[in-house]
Every structure is written in C-alpha cells, then in structure tokens.
Nanobody, 116 residues
Framework: QVQLVESGGGLVQAGGSLRLSCAAS????????MGWFRQAPGKEREFVAA????????YYADSVKGRFTISRDNAENAVKLQMNSLKPEDTADYYC?????????WGQGTQVTVSS
C-alpha cells in the first residue's frame, strides 16, 4: 500500500509558477506509475499529467502541455509537478495518484488558486 501526501499549493497570479510535491510512503514506490489529477469547483476530476514507473515516459493533458512538467525521484519516493505560466483556469484541487497492478491510491489534495 502507498500513502500519498501533496504539498506546494497556494495562491499565485496568472503567469506565475508553482511546484507541487507528492511524498509517497510504503513499499515498491518505484513500481508505481504516478500522476496528477485536478478537480475544479463544480467539475469532475480530470487528468493532468502522468509518469511511468521508470520515469522514461510522460503524458500530459492538452491543456497543460508546454506549461507543466512532471518528474519523479524514486530514491526519495517523490513526484513533482512544475507548473509555469499558470492561468485562472488552472485553479483546482490537485491530487497525486499512484497506480500499479489494478490498485489505485490517492492523496488528500492540495489547493491551487490562480488569480487574474
């Protein structure tokens, strides 16, 4: 089992940057594919970015391509999401996700607010 704790959210002006972190505890972190999802008020949770267990492949939602970068450090059991050129529409609760072998784990979320 994996426990996930996000941090790094906050309030930022449009055009600014934030870096989200996800600290994972538990065994076999390096086996998990990791990702970030977000949920804006009144909307469904949506995919943002993902990275494979080795870090060799990354995936991004079209809405964040070129602005967000996902990375992982298996030695430190951590996943990061660097968010640049933030827009008001990026405002949401951001959730870290771990997936492996049909199991899914979620963090509690961290709030990101982008003011115009």
């Amino acid at each position: 089992q994996v426990q996930l704790v996000e941090s790094g959210g906050g309030l930022v002006q449009a055009g600014g940057s934030l870096r989200l972190s996800c600290a994972a505890s538990g065994r076999m972190f390096s086996s998990y594919n990791m990702g970030w999802f977000r949920q804006a008020p009144g909307k469904e949770r949506e995919f943002v970015a993902a990275i494979t267990w080795s870090g060799g492949t990354t995936y991004y939602a079209d809405s964040v391509k070129g602005r967000f970068t996902i990375s992982r450090d298996n030695a430190e059991n951590a996943v990061k999401l660097q968010m640049n050129s933030l827009k008001p529409e990026d405002t949401a609760d951001y959730y870290c996700h771990a997936g492996y072998g049909g199991y899914d784990y979620w963090g509690q979320g961290t709030q990101v607010t982008v003011s115009s």
